[in-house]
């Protein structure tokens, strides 16, 4: 299996330095600092990127199990929403889900969102994590 990796640099203190960050793709790079992260300026932030890498493991995840059953998805659009709260620590994570997936119950749906969000990888990597919710939505 294939080894991924990225890449930090940050300089100065904590609220006066800045980071830059780098995936090793090259689909990503930018600069991240405290205000990034900590209030609503510009620039990414750890938690931002494990909102999408969770949001595009646990759609790609549910996509093999909907294949799995027969009923491959046209789309599914995943929005994973992280907390940030108080020592810092990622105290909630809420996935939200839309699928158009012709010929799949509304309860079948759930069940295999629910074993998604259980199963993928970035959800087992953050098992630390207090709350993951999940709301799912299957489109007509």
Sequence with gaps: ?????????????????????????????????????FAEASGTNPEELIGAAHA???????SALLTNNNTPPEELRATARVHLGEGPTISK?????????PGLSPEKFQELAQE???????SKALAAVPEISLEARLLG
Excluded: D
């Design 1 to 37: 299996m294939p080894v991924r990796s990225a890449h930090a640099v940050w300089k100065g203190t904590l609220k006066e330095g800045q980071g830059h960050l780098k995936l090793e793709s090259g689909v990503y790079e930018g600069p991240y600092t405290w205000a990034s992260r």
């Design 56 to 62: 595009g493991c646990f759609a790609m995840f549910l």
């Design 93 to 101: 994570i809420e996935l939200h889900l839309e699928g158009r997936v």
């Design 116 to 122: 998604a969000k259980a199963k993928c990888p970035i």
